[in-house]
């Protein structure tokens, strides 16, 4: 990709914004090209990620005109609580976790939730696999093998010494990533071993000219291996905002075999009588750790 204003350009066409900066946008044209854009007041929720439509304008940047329909967009509360698209059209959302710090499974839990909301299909990354001999726990291990079990995609990863690194790049390979997780997991060191240095300094022509570069904003970089991938340090953490009733059940596919068969046909599975989930869980065919979660959730939850 090379940044090009010029006027070799078409007056208008469409494109993927690959980051903003300020007002501006950088989007990739469809011919492969870089272009700083303006976008109007009106457009002030383009994201990075987001398919636009642009126009050449007489004097000054080219113009984004319109935003394209969006597969899905992940949103985060800014400063003020106000929700705000941090990125969109994403296929696949990597949770980072490690042996040190510890998994915060109830965390996993909510990303979990968050992919299929969006939706988005998984890739759990378990990193720093070094320490794994020194830092497991059975009861670690018995947690993780439930989410094996349950049937979500599992990695193990070592970022420090790119092991397992190439599996990570194959599961992008045609989609659009983004990687979340708790902090000090080592979701900066697995980026950086996916993105070769010159990824890196094409997010970088953001921070050139009047405008700049906030950190926090999301930079989509185009990998050697032919996937995407979002990197954005404000959204590697985010929560789930909103949590409503469905989503979080359908956090749990292994509730899927029971459910319709409660008393009640809104039993939320916690105080209800004849409830099928908690007879599930008392004759051993859904783990207590993850129903145990799943009530922590459900307490959270807003209707
Ligand atoms: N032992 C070991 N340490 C690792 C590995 N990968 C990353 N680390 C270390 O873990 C620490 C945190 O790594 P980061 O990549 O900054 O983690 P992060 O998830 O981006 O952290 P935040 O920016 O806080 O969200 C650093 O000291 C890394 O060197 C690994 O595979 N093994
Ligand atoms: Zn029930």
Same mark, same amino acid.
């Given at each position: 990709?090379?940044?090009?204003? @010029?006027?070799?350009?078409?007056?208008?066409?469409?494109?993927?914004?690959?980051? %903003?900066?300020?007002?501006?946008?950088?989007?990739?044209?469809?011919?492969?090209?870089?272009?700083?854009?303006?976008?109007?007041?009106?457009?002030?929720?383009?994201?990075?990620?987001? $398919?636009?439509?642009?126009?050449?304008? !007489?004097?000054?940047?080219?113009?984004?005109?319109?935003?394209?329909?969006?597969?899905?967009?992940?949103?985060?509360?800014?400063?003020?609580?106000?929700?705000?698209?941090?990125?969109?059209? *994403?296929?696949?959302? *990597?949770?980072?976790?490690?042996?040190?710090?510890?998994?915060?499974?109830?965390?996993?839990? %909510?990303?979990?939730?968050?992919?299929?909301?969006?939706?988005?299909?998984?890739?759990?990354?378990?990193?720093?696999?070094?320490?794994?001999?020194?830092?497991?726990?059975?009861?670690? &291990?018995?947690?993780? !093998?439930?989410?094996?079990?349950?049937?979500?995609?599992?990695?193990?990863?070592?970022?420090? /010494? /790119?092991?397992?690194?190439?599996?990570?790049?194959?599961?992008?390979?045609?989609?659009?990533?983004?990687?979340?997780?708790?902090?000090?997991?080592?979701?900066?060191?697995?980026?950086?071993?996916?993105?070769?240095? &010159? $990824?890196?300094?094409?997010?970088?022509?953001?921070?050139?000219?009047?405008?700049? @570069?906030?950190?926090?904003?999301?930079?989509?970089?185009?990998?050697?291996?032919?996937?995407?991938? *979002?990197?954005? +340090?404000?959204? %590697?953490?985010?929560?789930?905002?909103?949590?409503?009733?469905?989503?979080?059940?359908?956090?749990?596919? &292994?509730?899927?075999?029971?459910?319709?068969?409660?008393?009640?046909?809104?039993?939320?599975?916690? @105080?209800? +009588?004849?409830?099928?989930?908690?007879?599930?869980?008392?004759?051993?065919?859904?783990?207590?750790?993850?129903?145990? %979660?799943?009530?922590?959730?459900? !307490?959270?939850?807003?209707?």
């Amino acid at each position: 990709m090379t940044e090009n204003t @010029h006027t070799l350009l078409p007056p208008s066409g469409t494109g993927q914004v690959i980051t %903003r900066f300020g007002a501006d946008l950088l989007v990739e044209t469809a011919g492969g090209e870089l272009l700083r854009c303006t976008t109007r007041r009106k457009l002030d929720q383009v994201a990075c990620g987001d $398919a636009v439509r642009w126009e050449r304008q !007489a004097q000054g940047n080219a113009a984004v005109t319109e935003i394209l329909p969006r597969r899905n967009v992940l949103e985060r509360p800014d400063f003020r609580g106000k929700l705000r698209p941090v990125a969109a059209n *994403i296929d696949l959302l *990597i949770v980072v976790t490690s042996w040190q710090p510890a998994p915060l499974w109830e965390m996993l839990d %909510r990303y979990l939730i968050a992919a299929r909301r969006l939706p988005a299909e998984v890739l759990v990354v378990m990193n720093k696999a070094d320490l794994r001999a020194a830092q497991t726990t059975p009861e670690m &291990e018995a947690c993780l !093998a439930e989410y094996e079990a349950v049937g979500y995609p599992i990695l193990h990863v070592c970022a420090d /010494q /790119q092991a397992g690194i190439d599996a990570v790049s194959a599961a992008i390979q045609g989609r659009t990533a983004i990687v979340v997780g708790q902090s000090g997991v080592g979701k900066s060191s697995i980026a950086a071993q996916l993105l070769p240095d &010159e $990824a890196i300094r094409v997010g970088e022509i953001g921070q050139t000219g009047e405008g700049r @570069h906030t950190t926090t904003s999301a930079t989509l970089y185009r990998l050697p291996s032919g996937g995407t991938l *979002i990197d954005s +340090p404000g959204v %590697r953490d985010f929560g789930l905002v909103g949590l409503d009733f469905s989503t979080l059940q359908g956090g749990f596919p &292994e509730f899927g075999a029971y459910l319709g068969e409660c008393r009640f046909n809104n039993c939320t599975h916690n @105080h209800e +009588p004849g409830c099928a989930i908690k007879a599930a869980v008392s004759a051993g065919k859904i783990p207590p750790r993850r129903f145990a %979660r799943y009530l922590n959730l459900l !307490a959270d939850c807003n209707g």
